[in-house]
């Protein structure tokens, strides 16, 4: 059973900073692709940020120079590094990856961009 747990979400300022974690676990996350998603309000859900196994990253064009993904094998996590933060970043981030031919998902993690 592969588990997703998100963290680090919050409110913060339009050009404000916020890190997110996802920690995996039932996974041979070395060999993982991850990924992270968001879902704002009333919107359908889009990729943000992808990150595979070689350590390649790929973004969404609305984040890109913003928005930065890592992963530490070691404690297998992934981490989304969310700097010049805008209102329209508003949405539920979410930690994936598919695995034993199916895609996994994280609870969610709520980041609001308000001033």
């Known amino acids: 059973q592969v588990r997703l747990v998100e963290s680090g979400g919050g409110s913060v300022q339009p050009g404000g900073s916020l890190r997110l974690s996802c920690t995996a676990s039932g996974v041979n996350f070395k060999i993982a692709t991850m990924n992270w998603y968001r879902q704002a309000p009333g919107k359908e859900r889009e990729l943000v940020a992808t990150?595979?196994?070689?350590?390649?990253?790929n973004y969404a064009d609305a984040v890109k120079g913003r928005f930065a993904i890592s992963r530490d094998n070691a404690w297998t996590r992934v981490y989304l590094q969310m700097d010049s933060l805008q209102p329209e970043d508003t949405a539920v981030y979410s930690c994936?990856?598919?695995?034993?031919?199916?895609?996994?998902w994280g609870k969610g993690a709520l980041v609001t961009v308000s001033s």
């Open positions: 990150i595979t196994s070689g350590g390649t990253t």
């Open positions: 994936n990856t598919n695995y034993y031919g199916r895609s996994w």
